[in-house]
């Protein structure tokens, strides 16, 4: 269950990554 709620958690993270640089290019 915690590994569960680790890949929830950085999930996101890596989106926002991905969307991020989008928006400031």
């Given at each position: 269950m915690?590994t569960?709620?680790?890949?929830?958690v950085?999930?996101?993270?890596?989106?926002?990554?991905?969307?991020?640089?989008?928006?400031?290019?």
């Amino acid at each position: 269950m915690a590994t569960k709620a680790k890949t929830s958690v950085s999930k996101p993270k890596e989106e926002a990554k991905k969307v991020i640089p989008k928006l400031e290019e």
